[in-house]
DNA sequence: ACGATTGCTGAGATCGATTGCAATCGAAGA
DNA sequence: TCTTCGATTGCAATCGATCTCAGCAATCGT
């Protein structure tokens, strides 16, 4: 019940602490009997090593933050997950931190990692602003990021391209038949959101289509505003793009409440891929972007870090989840 | 650049580490000249304190676990930024854990909280299984969990009236003409789940409605299993009550993909009243869980906890949140 | 004016582990 | 038989903080 110390374990076994830590850390160094017996006592003692003694001794620990803005958003929430399984399978702990888009709280958290003795730690940033203070602490501390930062090759990220996942969309609907072809943004700010609209432009351009862009009143429920947007373009678009399926959702749902349908009314595409999209009516056609590969990765370049190697700076490939929220144009 | 510590602010400032130490922790015990020299000389230097450290040393930090099975469910997600804010609030840093329903997992996670010094841990159990890892360690741990364990008047709780919460749906579907209610049970195994199945029938019975239960098979996606079989019911239900709002949304999604309306053809209600469920289309009917307040709650039942006070086990009061995947039975 | 109290600061042990260095021991080599 | 070497193990310093105890000054009571 109280707590065991590596002393007692030592005590107990007739070694002195230092062949019990031994016997733990560096199985090579003690002679196969002794650490087979001290493993023994020690099980039976009910010993486990105090990890923050050992980080504190050490100077490193296997502590990994993950810090995201915003675990609502289905998006991160399958980013965390797959991430924790990556850290788990390679012997890290993942420690999630949640910032709710605080700039400050993004700060505290690096700079708390580093105190942690932490390896390394993981970044999915949600506004640009935040960067600046993780600018501050990738210098000193290890960070990779999950998105990019700005201009600063130094630290390593991993992205999906956007571009390609918009010509993606654009392909795929207008194989559809689809001639005009609207862009719904979310979130504004990231580096990400940036690229999706500025994809979008360049697709359109290039397809000779005239970009629609349906904004909503930030901060409200994006639903209404890019819907009331839509139904005042003269020239109506007959399928959306929107920038992430969160977005997709809210305007398919809006749609719904004015009696309007999804893909029959209008084709809507999603960019994530979530899983939670083939839950939903109807089932969200959507830019898949690999999370699992995404969770992964961030892991190795974090590895790659502390080895010492060159940031490397990783763009994953998207791919296309058709279901059912596009259909063929009809006229 | 390099990690400053306290004795290196204590040198810089002339005096010794333990002031400085007091000047950070016990304001008071020092002088308020020598105190703010201190904190002058220490946010020179970029000092804060190491955690670990202090942890070591105090025996006790603010690290709160939240142990959840799964982040993919909104529920939890949403139950995660509550209770982080709850616990920022009081100074708490919650880390979330996640264990994807591994009952091992959960138990290295309630272990490892006792040698972070952890004030005490908040779980959130999706499976029975995993409480019986859990009560292992309460005794020597202080735990709160969210749901209840197995007759352990000894582990504070905070729970959901499920049973009143049923009762909300059936009034709700009552009033509205449908005589013909069924349940579809999602994931069971958690006291929560088997509530809410109990009541159903007690609620069935009450009305005099005969039960009809809505299976799927385990393991595989739930939406089609549950349809199959309300297409398989010879009177067939007017009405389906979900277990919670994740089943209900896969029980819409394939309705549509039937060609199946909702609420047309059927109404629909679900259990947590997500914010997610309001971009849902059509837009979720639910029981709304106050997760804002369980969060809360739960942080200050292990408030109590370490304060000595007895463990208390609280229910609390859902609502209903009429949305528009209900409407009025036409004949 | 003198012993007692109060307020503030310094010394040093301590939390639970790691690790470089020294000591020990048996066996191989000369 | 004596030296030397490698394999083990013990010793003690150390990581960065906290906390009890003691010392010392200024203040208080009478």
Redesign the interface.
């Known amino acids: ?1 109280a ?1 065991v110390s590596i002393d007692d374990v030592a005590k107990a076994a007739g070694v002195h602490r230092s062949t019990v830590s031994r016997a733990f850390s560096k199985p090579d160094a003690v002679r196969a009997a002794t650490r087979e017996h001290v493993l023994r006592v020690a099980a039976e003692l009910g010993y ?6 050992q ?2 001794r050490r100077g490193s ?1 296997n502590l990994v933050p993950l810090i995201v803005p ?3 958003n ?1 998006f991160f ?2 980013l ?2 797959t991430t ?2 990556a850290a788990e399978a390679r012997g890290y ?6 910032t ?1 888009g605080d700039t400050g709280q993004t700060a505290d958290y690096v ?2 990692m ?4 932490s390896p390394f730690g993981i970044v999915a940033p949600s506004t640009r602003v935040n960067l600046e203070a993780l600018r501050r602490y990738a ?2 501390n290890r960070v990779v990021v999950i998105d990019r930062v700005e201009d600063d090759p130094a630290v390593p990220t991993v992205t999906v391209d956007s571009a390609r996942g918009i010509d993606l969309a654009f392909d795929h609907l207008l194989g559809l038949g689809h001639a005009n072809i609207a862009y719904a943004p979310g979130i504004v700010g990231t580096y990400t959101a940036q690229d999706r609209w500025d994809a979008y432009h360049h697709a359109a351009e290039r397809h000779g289509i005239p970009p629609v862009v349906l904004e909503a009143a930030p901060g409200a ?1 994006p ?1 209404p505003g890019i819907v009331d947007h839509w139904m005042r373009e003269p020239n109506r678009p007959t399928a959306v793009i929107a920038s992430n399926d ?1 977005i997709a ?2 305007v ?2 809006e ?3 004015r009696g309007l349908t ?1 893909p029959a009314d209008l084709s809507v595409i999603g960019f994530d891929g979530l ?2 999209g ?6 969200l056609t959507s830019v898949r972007q690999p999370i699992t590969d995404l969770g992964r990765i961030a892991i190795e370049l974090g590895e790659a870090l502390i080895a010492g190697g060159p940031p490397d700076h990783l763009v994953l490939e998207p791919s296309l989840l058709i279901r ?1 929220s596009t259909q063929e144009l009809r006229p």
């Open positions: 019940m707590e486990s090593m105090n990890p923050l003694a980080a504190l620990s915003d675990m609502t289905p929430a399958e965390a997950r924790a399984a702990q993942l420690m999630l931190c949640i709710n700079s708390a580093h105190s942690m003795y210098f000193q429920d639903g969160l959702f809210a398919i749902s749609l719904g409440a999804v899983d939670l083939a839950q939903f009516s109807p089932r059912s």
